[in-house]
């Protein structure tokens, strides 16, 4: 059984910074990539960066260009988003997710439940003075 479970949020002023961290558990090699979205306080969800498992490739959402890394250990099965120059707008519950034999790309930022059938518990990150 694949699980993910998300570690790092907290509370940051702006233009601090945050780790984020999604350790992974049970994948397999037909899990491609995995990656994290946020939702705000009412607002929809939205797709924030993934990574392929294979090859590295990295995708982000306009937002959070040149702020967000999203990066990959994959001896701790671990994938991690680092969040520089936060800002109020970036608070949010942060997840991490997965799919079968879901590809990195722009389509998997997205991508829901239908596709995306392995969701972490979800992390805050409140960004405020």
């Known amino acids: 059984q694949v699980q993910l479970v998300e570690s790092g949020g907290g509370l940051v002023q702006p233009g601090g910074s945050l780790r984020l961290s999604c350790e992974a558990s049970?994948?397999?090699?037909?899990?491609?990539?995995i990656g994290w979205f946020r939702q705000a306080p009412g607002k929809e969800r939205e797709g924030v960066s993934c990574?392929?498992?294979?090859?590295?490739?990295?995708y982000y959402e306009d937002s959070v260009k040149g702020r967000f890394t999203i990066s990959r250990d994959n001896a701790n099965n671990t994938v991690y988003l680092q969040m520089n120059s936060l800002k109020p707008e970036d608070t949010a519950v942060y997840y991490c997710?997965?799919?079968?034999?879901?590809?990195?790309?722009?389509?998997?930022?997205?991508?829901?439940?239908?596709?995306?059938?392995?969701w972490g518990q979800g992390t805050l990150v409140t960004v405020s003075s």
């Open positions: 997710a997965t799919g079968f034999r879901i590809v990195a790309g722009r389509a998997f930022l997205s991508m829901g439940y239908r596709y995306l059938e392995v």
């Open positions: 049970g994948l397999t090699s037909d899990y491609h990539a």
């Open positions: 990574i392929s498992s294979s090859d590295g490739s990295t």
